[in-house]
Structures are given as structure tokens and as C-alpha cells.
Nanobody, 115 residues
Framework: QVQLVESGGGLVQPGGSLRLSCAASGRIFSITAMGWYRQAPGKQRELVAI???????NYADSVKGRFTISRDNAKTTVSLEMNSLKPEDTAVYYC?????????WGQGTQITVSS
């Protein structure tokens, strides 16, 4: 089994910054992509940012220029640096990893952007 453990959520004021991290552990064989999704109350889960093992990164239009995704050399940890946070960034953020045809999810971490 594979576990994804997230850390770094919390409360931040508008314009502030936060960093999320997610570490994969367990029976890891080949992670093809790791990334972050988020789900706000009453809304569908949406992609925030993704990083593939080939080095490609993609971002939601709403976070481009503000969020940066990165992975460690072992490709088992993914981080999300979030700057210039807005109230509309408030959501539960989920780490996601793909290994072959199987998707794995973290438990989610709450980010609240509010004054």
C-alpha cells in the first residue's frame, strides 16, 4: 500500500504565503506524476498543479504566477509554494500521486485565507 502524508496547511491572511508538502511512502514502484488538487465548499475538486516525472509542470490558470510546484530528487515528495494568497484559494488541498494506472490521495489539509 502507498500512503501520502501532507503537511503545511493553516490560516493565512490575504496576500500571505504558505508551503504545502506531501511525502509518499510504502510500496512505491514508479510515480509518474504528483500534484495537488483542491476542493472548496460546494464545489468540485479541481487540479491546482501537477509535476510529471518527465519534468513537465502544469498549473490551473487561477494560480499561475502565484504557486510553484516542486519535487525532490527521489521524486517521492512534492511541495507547493503558495504566494499572494487570496480568499478564493480557501479549500481543502489534496496531494495526489499516480503510479501506473493507480491513483493515490492524501487525507487533505485545510487552507483558509481570511483577514
Amino acid at each position: 500500500q502507498v500512503q501520502l502524508v501532507e503537511s503545511g496547511g493553516g490560516l493565512v491572511q490575504p496576500g500571505g504565503s504558505l508551503r504545502l508538502s506531501c511525502a509518499a511512502s510504502g510500496r512505491i514502484f514508479s510515480i509518474t506524476a504528483m500534484g495537488w488538487y483542491r476542493q472548496a465548499p460546494g464545489k468540485q475538486r479541481e487540479l491546482v498543479a501537477i509535476s510529471t516525472s518527465g519534468g513537465t509542470t502544469n498549473y490551473a490558470d487561477s494560480v499561475k504566477g502565484r504557486f510553484t510546484i516542486s519535487r525532490d530528487n527521489a521524486k517521492t515528495t512534492v511541495s507547493l509554494e503558495m504566494n499572494s494568497l487570496k480568499p478564493e484559494d480557501t479549500a481543502v488541498y489534496y496531494c495526489h500521486a499516480t503510479m501506473g494506472l493507480i491513483s493515490y490521495w492524501g487525507q487533505g489539509t485545510q487552507i483558509t485565507v481570511s483577514s
